[in-house]
Each structure stands twice: as C-alpha cells, then as structure tokens.
C-alpha cells in the first residue's frame, strides 16, 4: 500500500470529500498567515493573549457568581460567591494591566517548562527503551527555553505569550496545509 493509498483510506474514513482539499489547504496558509502576522507584532499577541486571558477569568468568575445566587440554598454557597468574585476581580484586574499580566504570565510559562523538561528526562530513563532518547531531547529543549526566558525575564514577558501564540498558528497552520495537500488528487 502506498502513502497515497493510506492517505486516502485514512481521509475515506474521516468521512472528508477530497474534491475540497483546498478548503483545508486554504485554512492552513490562513493559520500561517495569522502566525505571520503574530510574529511581526509579537508585543502586541501578548498584551492581546494577556487581556483574554483576564477576560476568561472574569467571564468565568462572573457565572460563578450568577452560580452561587441561583444555587444559594446549597451548602458551597459562600465559598462559591467567594472563588467567583475572586476570578471576577482578579479578571478585571489582569484586564486593566495587560503588560503585567503578560510578564507574570511568562515567568509562570518559564516554571512549567522547566518542571516539565526535568520530568521528562527523568521519565526517558524508565522509558528508554520506548523512546527514551526524544524524551531527552525534548526535556532538555524544555529546560533550555525555560532557562532563557527565566535569564531574560521580566523583558521577555513582553513577547513569550505571543511567540507561544504564533508557534502554535504556524504549526497547526502546517498541518492544514499538508493535510489538504495530501488530500490533492495526482495528475495523471
């Protein structure tokens, strides 16, 4: 069986008509498009990336609080009044310092990735055999961006958001893109 032979017994399962491929080519060079523009105002994606995440938190404090009033004969009641005004606040404050926001964001980014990195060269040794080896090397590209973005912090809190934004458009952009290529019937 050939490549094109599983890609279309694959794309036949997923119910997708491959006449259309270039609607999902189309979303990819959209998503790259948008990763472009991302990366040219990288300071901009993170006070932006900054302001949405304020304004989930409020969005959701706000219906945590709705919740307590509407279940107020439940036992949580204060508690949940309480969590949904600390999310409702918090929110809005996040929202009216962005820049803020945005820097204590990215140190929190900077933790996690080096946690993450260190538990997965610690899980590449249980799991050598199993593809220990690209557990290393993602646990130690883990730690190194980590590591950088700690050494550059607090200036780099004004881009990280962004530039994790525009990595993930560009690289699900790519995959809509060779998906839709994929997908395009061969000339005879």
């Given amino acids: ?88 606040v918090g929110g809005v404050y996040l929202m009216s310092n962005p820049e803020i926001t945005s820097v204590a964001l990215t140190l929190v980014i900077a933790a996690m990735l080096i946690a993450s990195g260190l538990f997965r060269l610690l899980l590449a040794y249980r799991l050598w055999p199993l593809g220990g080896p690209m557990l290393v090397l993602s646990g130690l590209i883990a730690v190194l961006v980590g590591l950088v973005i700690f050494v550059k912090w607090p200036a780099s809190g004004m881009i990280v958001l962004g530039l994790c934004l525009g990595i993930d458009l560009m690289f699900f952009g790519l995959f809509w893109l060779m998906l839709g290529l994929a997908m395009k019937p061969a000339r005879a």
Avoid at 30 to 53: C, K, T, Y
Avoid at 61 to 84: E, T
């Fill in 1 to 88: 069986m050939t490549h094109t032979d599983r890609v279309d017994v694959h794309v036949g399962m997923a119910g997708i008509d491959t006449a259309k491929w270039w609607v999902f080519a189309l979303l990819g060079v959209v998503f790259l498009a948008m990763a472009a523009f991302v990366f040219g105002h990288l300071m901009l994606a993170s006070i932006a990336s900054a302001l949405l995440f304020g304004a989930a938190l409020a969005v959701g404090g706000a219906f945590q609080v709705a919740h307590a009033f509407w279940a107020r004969s439940w036992s949580g009641f204060v508690l949940s009044l309480l969590f949904g005004l600390l999310y409702l």
